[in-house]
């Protein structure tokens, strides 16, 4: 097996664990393993299901994709599986909305807080800060994903059933290496120079008190294939990667596309792309309000183009969200990807623009 990780970088509290042979993870006798498909375990994202030997585990290629879990006890570790994996990708934890705390998964088992936890009841939260977009994503075996086992915890401890979906407005953020935070620390799309939880979208997210992910691979477009292998998205949405369609019991509320930078093509080519994405996207969401963000660099890929497509599909859950203006130069690592400020700056803007239509949801069951 071979591992990449070319160098180090540490914006927040960094645990790095010697790098491991990928091998079945013994867990100890005196603890209980909570598998990856137990139902208790919930997972916002695109999550497929790989199947190992008699048992399951859960894979995401995309940064920001979310595991929660809510268990009593003192101590709680990560199992992964790092058969086939090639790249070393990290994940942020946090336990009882406390600090993240920074962990690369070069190991098969983590232990996410070794200083123990006060005992009682705890609310877990895992966030993929991100998948290095330098290997193969797409088709199997997957060379670049997070491969979930299941959670190690005390043998006394009790799993509860995991927060509910539907309680607050869940947003799917759609994109290119932009809104994956690929290169948002520094130039490159290693994944020691990006983070989905600094992108204008997770912030984003986060400000509008939202469930949130980020479906997004560098180099993306409504044309062009992405990194690693990755389909355009209007054959990249429905499926969380080759052979594994998404989960659509839980459809989005909205969704808001931010693609074209990377599509340098004729408005000829691009216009009835982008309106195929957007009847894919209607097709399994045929309730969800989409919107259609004019790139940041929208004077000189496709901006006013996506401006007209929005007015000819006459559907009015279909809003177009007009960025001209809100960055600068200033406000870039390289020219096209945001710097953190720059996504702070981004994220206020979006904030301002989606905040009307987001305190409108009611959920479900007060809806009728």
């Not at 097996?1 to 005196?30: K, T």
């Not at 006060?118 to 994903?145: Q, T």
């Not at 043998?155 to 979906?165: F, H, I, K, L, Y």
């Not at 369609?245 to 792309?273: H, K, M, R």
């Amino acid at each position: 097996m071979r591992m990449r990780f070319s160098q180090m970088y540490c914006p927040r509290l960094v645990v790095c664990l010697a790098v491991a042979v990928a091998a079945p993870s013994i867990v100890a006798a005196e603890s209980l393993l909570v598998p990856a498909n137990d139902d208790r375990v919930v997972y916002v994202g695109h999550w497929g299901p790989v199947q190992r030997g008699n048992h399951i585990e859960m894979a995401t290629i995309n940064s920001s994709s979310q595991i929660y879990l809510n268990f009593t006890g003192t101590h709680v570790a990560g199992i992964f599986d790092l058969e086939d994996i090639e790249y070393l990708e990290q994940i942020d934890v946090r336990v009882d909305d406390g600090d993240w705390t920074l962990f690369t998964i070069d190991q098969s088992h983590i232990e996410f807080f070794p200083q123990g936890l006060a005992s009682g009841s705890h609310h877990l939260e895992v966030a993929a800060k991100a998948i290095d977009g330098n290997g193969d994503r797409w088709l199997l075996p997957i060379r670049s994903a997070i491969v979930f086992t299941g959670f190690e915890l005390d043998s006394t401890a009790t799993v509860n059933p995991g927060p509910p979906r539907g309680k607050r407005p869940f947003i799917e953020f759609l994109g290119d290496s932009i809104t994956q935070g690929e290169g948002i620390l520094n130039a490159g799309g290693q994944v020691i120079n990006s983070d989905g939880l600094a992108t204008y979208a997770w912030l984003t997210g986060e400000a509008l008190g939202t469930t949130h992910v980020q479906i997004a691979f560098g180099g993306s477009g409504v044309i062009r294939s992405g990194s690693g292998n990755v389909p355009p998205a209007p054959l990249s949405f429905a499926w969380n990667f080759a052979g594994s369609p998404a989960d659509f019991s839980v459809v989005p509320d909205f969704i808001l596309i931010n693609l074209g930078t990377n599509d340098q093509y004729s408005s000829d080519e691009f216009v009835p792309a982008y309106t195929k994405l957007l009847r894919e996207i209607r097709r399994h969401c045929p309730n969800t309000v989409i919107f259609a963000m004019r790139p940041f660099h929208g004077a000189s890929f496709h901006g006013d183009d996506i401006a007209a497509i929005v007015k000819t599909m006459n559907d009015p859950r279909i809003i177009y969200i007009d960025s001209d203006g809100w960055m600068d130069s200033g406000d870039f690592t390289d020219g096209a990807h945001p710097n953190v400020p720059g996504s702070r700056k981004a994220a206020a803007h979006l904030e301002d623009a989606l905040r009307p239509y987001i305190s409108h949801w009611k959920p479900a069951e007060s809806s009728n």
